[in-house]
């Protein structure tokens, strides 16, 4: 795809997609084409281009924003064992989000479109938080009127609570100039996956197992934690575990990533929001083991007094417990470097356009290997899920006693 340009935005490998240089454009001039694995890249129409470089003054790539060095590491999780369970790791996101609406203020945090897109939307109740619940993985995108929406009730004195990836909030603190009425809040991410294979497996899974319509795709929290569920109204009609899934094999082996991905501006220890959340990885088991934490914990990393301010209001909504930084630092890679790009990933684009997505993933060695131990790890947990409590309790007697 060649462009005459008449201005050169960031290189391409180093674009993430956000949409503030299309947004800031007053000429109409910027649009967006996509890639071979779906991912968007904006375009600049020459005859439209005054050549304002307000676009280059707003791309958070070109012009960085301002980083948060400051960090207070906490392991936490929501007291509400409906939310905790039901979302990923240990539902901070949804207590934050929660707590700002109950107040008069507004949301913003990623669901599916009909089509089963990720997008980031404003959520103004507390009903519509069930959408944001649980992991969307793969890329998502602001949309335009959402860019909006946002300025517009800012400036009509509103407050509300920003949650997406590092570069979104990067976007939208470059766009609002740090409007100091909105909590910006990163989730510590791996990487955004290919839409392209993601549309692709949905409708492959579909004409697999015959499923006229769908009503949800989840990936984190509930009954099928780490697992890909396809739910039509209550009802769930497909489930796979992580690596027993051709799409969520690839996202958890990063193959199918945007390339800026792999080499990630904001994967590193200073964060660009006022507040960053991931799962815990890398804590002291014996320090977690007699607690309840259900299907996960939260690292929460404050980096802001107005990010202070707001984990102090929901304080007595959360179990929280302050942790060493270096012990986050330690079990999350992306806040040392970016995600490494695998070393097949070349070889694999290349199978994939000859053979089709679904063939090339199914014949890959790993996926088999890798599918064959998950399969058994799932079976193993469901027993476990359905065995009865008292069967549980009889076992851990005999265990005992057998001392």
């Given at each position: 795809?060649?462009v ?10 180093n674009c993430t997609?956000c949409g503030?240089?299309?947004k ?11 890639d071979?694995l779906?991912f968007?890249f904006p375009?600049?129409?020459?005859a439209k281009?005054?050549e304002?470089?307000?676009?280059l ?8 924003v301002?980083?948060?060095?400051n960090?207070?590491?906490?392991l936490?999780?929501a007291?509400d ?12 996101s949804y ?7 109950k107040n008069g203020?507004?949301?913003?945090g990623?669901?599916?479109?009909k089509d089963?897109n990720?997008?980031?939307t404003?959520?103004?109740n ?5 959408l944001?619940?649980?992991s ?12 909006d929406n946002?300025k517009i009730r800012?400036n009509?004195?509103e407050h509300?609570i920003?949650?997406?990836?590092p ?7 470059s766009?609002?100039?740090?409007d100091?009425g909105?909590v910006?809040?990163d989730l510590l991410?791996h990487?955004?996956c290919?839409?392209k294979?993601?549309?692709e497996h949905i409708?492959f899974?579909k004409n697999k197992?015959r499923?006229?319509?769908l009503?949800d795709?989840?990936?984190r929290?509930?009954?099928y ?13 497909y489930?796979?575990?992580?690596n027993?899934?051709?799409y969520?094999y690839?996202?958890?082996n990063?193959?199918l990533?945007?390339?800026?991905c792999y080499?990630?501006?904001?994967a ?12 815990y990885w890398?804590i002291d088991?014996t320090?977690?083991s007699?607690?309840k934490h259900?299907?996960?914990s939260n690292?929460v ?5 107005r990010g202070?301010?707001l984990?102090d209001?929901?304080g007595?909504?959360?179990e929280?417990?302050e942790?060493p ?6 079990g ?5 470097s ?5 070393k097949?990933?070349?070889h ?11 063939k ?5 060695p ?5 599918s064959?131990?998950a ?6 947990q469901?027993?476990?899920?359905y065995?009865p409590k ?6 851990i007697k005999?265990?005992?006693l057998?001392k």
């Open positions: 795809m060649v005459d340009m008449a201005i050169k935005l960031c290189d391409i490998n997609g503030v240089c299309e800031v454009c007053h000429q109409n001039a910027i649009t967006f084409d996509y071979d779906g968007r375009i600049i129409d020459a281009c005054v304002c470089k307000a676009c003054r707003k791309c958070p790539i070109i012009s960085p301002e980083m948060e060095h960090s207070i590491c906490y936490a999780w007291k064992d409906y939310i905790h369970y039901n979302c990923a790791s240990g539902g901070i207590v934050l989000c929660k707590h700002i609406i203020g507004f949301a913003v990623c669901v599916w479109d089963f990720a997008v980031l404003i959520i103004d507390a009903e519509e938080l069930e944001i619940k649980g969307k993985y793969v890329q998502s995108y602001i949309p335009s009127e959402v860019y946002i800012l009509n004195g509300g920003f949650i997406g990836l570069c979104q909030v990067a976007a939208i603190k766009y609002l100039n740090n100091r909105l910006l809040c991410c990487g955004g290919s839409p294979y993601h549309k409708d899974i197992k499923i006229d319509v009503s795709i989840k990936y929290g509930g009954v934690d780490f697992c890909i569920s396809f739910w039509k109204d209550k009802k769930v009609k489930v796979r575990p992580a027993a899934d051709t969520f690839s996202f958890c990063h193959t990533f945007r390339e800026s080499h990630c501006s904001f590193k220890s200073v964060r660009v929001s006022d507040i960053t959340i991931a799962d890398g088991h320090f977690i007699d607690k259900l299907n996960g690292l990393l404050i980096h802001s007094l202070d301010a984990w209001e929901i007595n909504k959360i929280y417990y942790r930084f270096e012990e986050a630092i330690q999350n890679d992306t806040l040392k970016p995600t490494k790009k695998p097949n990933r070349e694999l684009l290349e199978r994939i356009k000859k053979e089709g997505y679904e090339a993933i199914n014949t890959d790993d996926y088999k290997n890798k064959k131990i399969i058994r790890i799932f079976i193993k469901r027993l476990i899920y065995t008292w069967i549980k309790k009889y076992v005999i265990k005992n057998s």
